[in-house]
Each structure stands twice: as structure tokens, then as C-alpha cells.
Nanobody, 126 residues
Framework: QVQLVESGGGSVQAGESLRLSCSTS????????MGWYRQAPGKEREGVAFLYPRGGTPDYAASVKGRFTISEDNSKRTVYLQLNSLQPNDTAVYYCAAEENVRKCLTWASGDFAFWGQGTQVTISS
């Protein structure tokens, strides 16, 4: 049974940083892609950042490009999301997700991933 467990969320001031971690029960390169989604109160879930453990350039949502960085450590079975220059509209529950299917990875905006974590809250105050 695949498990994804997020950690690292919290409450910070605007302009500060956080690093989220996602630990998986499988090595990261057993997935075609891994990434992060977020859902703010009253809003639809949106894709944030995705990487391809077997090779490829990470993808980022336009709203976070240049501020967030996704990375992985296959030996630790962990994916990270570095969040810099945080703003109040980054407030959301952040979910780690993973997928083995190429097509589903390349259409990550649809959110049709097989494996999900429970989410971690990120709250940014102004």
C-alpha cells in the first residue's frame, strides 16, 4: 500500500519561507511523477509543482514559478517543496501526490493522480 506523508506546514508572515516534505513508502523513481497540489478555502484544488524522478524538467504553476522549488531525494524517499516569498494568497492545504501513468502526469492540472497524502496546512499572515 502506497503511503505519502506530508510535513513542514505552519504559520508564517508574508515574505517568509517554509519547506514542505513528502515521505513516500516507495522510492521516488518508482513513480513517473510526484508533485504538490494546494486547496485554499472556498477554491478548487490547483496543481503547484511537479517533478519527474526518472528525468525531465520540473513543472510549476504560473502563480508560484520563481518562488517555489520542488526537489527530491530518492535515497530518503522524500520530495520537498521550498516555498519562498510567501504571500497571504498562498494560504492553503498543500497535498503531496504521486502517479505512475505518463498521460496523467503530463496532464497534472486535472488532478487525476492515484496516490495522495493527507495534506499539511500552510497559513500566511500579512
Amino acid at each position: 500500500q502506497v503511503q505519502l506523508v506530508e510535513s513542514g506546514g505552519g504559520s508564517v508572515q508574508a515574505g517568509e519561507s517554509l519547506r514542505l516534505s513528502c515521505s513516500t513508502s516507495r522510492k521516488t523513481d518508482t513513480y513517473y511523477c510526484m508533485g504538490w497540489y494546494r486547496q485554499a478555502p472556498g477554491k478548487e484544488r490547483e496543481g503547484v509543482a511537479f517533478l519527474y524522478p526518472r528525468g525531465g524538467t520540473p513543472d510549476y504553476a504560473a502563480s508560484v514559478k520563481g518562488r517555489f522549488t520542488i526537489s527530491e531525494d530518492n535515497s530518503k524517499r522524500t520530495v520537498y517543496l521550498q516555498l519562498n516569498s510567501l504571500q497571504p494568497n498562498d494560504t492553503a492545504v498543500y497535498y503531496c501526490a504521486a502517479e505512475e501513468n505518463v498521460r496523467k502526469c503530463l496532464t497534472w492540472a486535472s488532478g487525476d493522480f492515484a496516490f495522495w497524502g493527507q495534506g499539511t496546512q500552510v497559513t500566511i499572515s500579512s
